[in-house]
Structures are given as C-alpha cells and as structure tokens.
C-alpha cells in the first residue's frame, strides 16, 4: 500500500487518544496525582514507599506500550508519597525497544493531560566525566539528545497546540530551582561528595558505547550517557512539566584503549540494587520539599527521611 501524506509521523497518537487515556486513568483510581516518577533501574523500590497504592498494568492500559527489557516491571503506581499524590511508572519505554520516540513518551503527555505538574526521572547511566565513579549520582542539568540530532523527535509530525509549542526551547528543561534544592537535600543527606551535577547524553542503545564513542561524549561535555530520559523530558517541557532527573552512575565509560572497560545489564542492575535506598531517600526528600512548597505535607511518611 502506497503511504500518501508527507506530514506524516513515525505514528501519529492524538490529543483526543490521549485525553481518553488519561481521562480512563483517571475514572479508575481514588487520587488525582500531581507528581509523575519514572523510575530507571535503582528506583524502582520507591514504589513501596507509595501508601494507598493502586496498581495498573500497562497490559491493562488499552494503547499504551508494554515493557520488554528484562528487570523492568510494566505497571503505574498510584499513591500518596510525603504527603502528595503520585504516579508511579514501574518501567519505562525505550528506543531500543522498538517503539517510536512518540510512543515511548507517551505516558508523559497522559500524565500531563491527567493534571500532573511535575516529573520526576531517573536513570541508569554510564560515567564519561572521568571524576565520576561507580554508584555517584549525577542531578541533570543539561542533556545532549543525540538522537534528535537528527530528527528523530517524539515531537516529529504534526503538532497539535493543546499539548505544547511547535518549536519549544530547551533551555532550563530541567528545572534549575529544583537542581539547586537537590544539592541541598544531598547536602543534608550527607552524601554531598557523591553527587554530581551535570550533563546527560541520549543515544539510542541496545550497544553499550565503543571507546571511540565515550572519547567522543567527553570531548563534547557530556558527563553521563543512557539510553532513555532525554525524549520523555522533550515532550515534558513541550507540554510544561517541571522536571527533575537524576541519573545513578552503574558502571565507567571506556575512554582509554589500556584500560578496558566491558560494560554489561547484570552490572547495571546490580549497581541500581546497591544504591537503591539512597536513590529512593533522594528522590522521598525532594518531594517532601514539594510537598512542604504546597502546604501540603501531612502526616504520612515513606519512612526514608
Ligand atoms: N551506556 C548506556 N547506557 C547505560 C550505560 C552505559 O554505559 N550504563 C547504564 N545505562
């Protein structure tokens, strides 16, 4: 069959597909959340913290993709957490996977459309800042989407105005205020030493970086690279999110020829278990601040702070 429309996109998902989504979402859980987590390997715990928790798989979420990768669960988590209603993503949708960038951050236009104000994300990454080591953990600031470079954009295609601008900026996509707030909490924490601020590079995996790559994303500033989080956070802002993200670093880039490194998933996943508390505490801390921002902190406690 012959494809017609030049407009066309990867797959077009539309405002009213998603609003349905969002509001079907809605009519079934207690709690209208305002804070969205996507939660990478070493967060996906924090999900126990949830009090009052509903559970919703993504099989049972007519439209929605489902997680392929092993160690990922397929589920949204709906909850109180310090004080706030969230909701939860127990796994999430990567390039790798076969998906378009548009379905891969699908999730994030549903919440927005279910009126969440804030996302949060995390993420498994490997150290290309040679100062960093294994179980840091990396506030993002900035990312290198190298995987938009060219073109390849969950906002590719028509754009309907109701979700966001045609040409949205990406300046101040991560939320400064809250990078700032995340060093103090870090601070109170006492894990000051092993938190970095930096920048994030996207590409599209499954391959784990060559060495001639990692010397590439050193010499143009990147700190930290994944395979995910720079596409949720593009549809995050375009449709006015505030966003907070913070990578845990599982395992160190390869920049030198003599000093080989072999990443693997099992390293990553275990790295993610090891520093599992720490990442959830982080993550508890900077919503209780929220909460305390909203008035809103009552009473129930994850147990982390
Ligand atoms: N590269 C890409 N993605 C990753 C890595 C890495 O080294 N570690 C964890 N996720």
């Not at 715990?45 to 979420?61: G, H, Q, R, V």
């Not at 993503?89 to 009126?115: A, I």
């Not at 003599?258 to 900077?286: D, F, I, P, Q, W």
Request: charged letters at 20%.
């Amino acid at each position: 069959m012959a494809m017609c429309s030049a407009a066309k996109s990867d797959e077009t998902i539309t405002y009213e597909q998603i609003k349905s989504m969002a509001d079907d979402l809605l009519s079934r859980i207690r709690i209208k959340p305002i804070i969205g987590i996507i939660c990478g390997s070493g967060l996906g715990s924090l999900t126990e913290a949830i009090t009052n928790a509903e559970n919703i798989e993504y099989k049972d979420i007519p439209g929605f993709p489902v997680s392929t990768v092993v160690g990922h669960a397929g589920r949204l988590v709906i909850g109180m957490l310090e004080g706030l209603p969230v909701l939860a993503m127990q796994g999430r949708f990567h390039y790798y996977e076969g998906y378009p960038l548009v379905k891969c951050s699908l999730p994030v236009r549903v919440m927005k459309l279910m009126g969440i104000e804030y996302l949060m994300v995390t993420n498994a990454a490997g150290g290309i800042n040679p100062g960093y080591k294994v179980g840091d953990i990396m506030i993002i600031r900035d990312h290198v989407n190298f995987v938009g470079f060219s073109g390849n954009s969950p906002l590719r295609g028509p754009n309907d105005e109701r979700l966001g601008p045609r040409f949205p900026p990406m300046t101040d996509a991560y939320n400064p205020e809250l990078v700032n707030r995340a060093l103090g909490v870090a601070k109170e924490m006492g894990i000051q030493d092993v938190v970095k601020v930096g920048t994030y590079c996207f590409l599209g995996g499954p391959t784990y970086e060559s060495i001639a790559e990692c010397k590439l994303l050193h010499t143009v500033g990147v700190d930290a690279v994944g395979m995910s989080t720079a596409h949720e956070v593009v549809v995050a802002q375009h449709c006015g999110l505030k966003v907070f993200a913070f990578s845990l670093i599982t395992n160190k880039a390869s920049l030198d020829y003599e000093k080989k490194e072999y990443a693997n998933h099992a390293e990553v996943v275990a790295v993610g278990k090891s520093r599992e508390s720490t990442c959830r505490e982080l993550m508890c801390r900077m919503i209780k601040s929220i909460a305390a921002e909203k008035g809103a902190a009552r009473g129930a406690s994850c147990g982390c702070v």
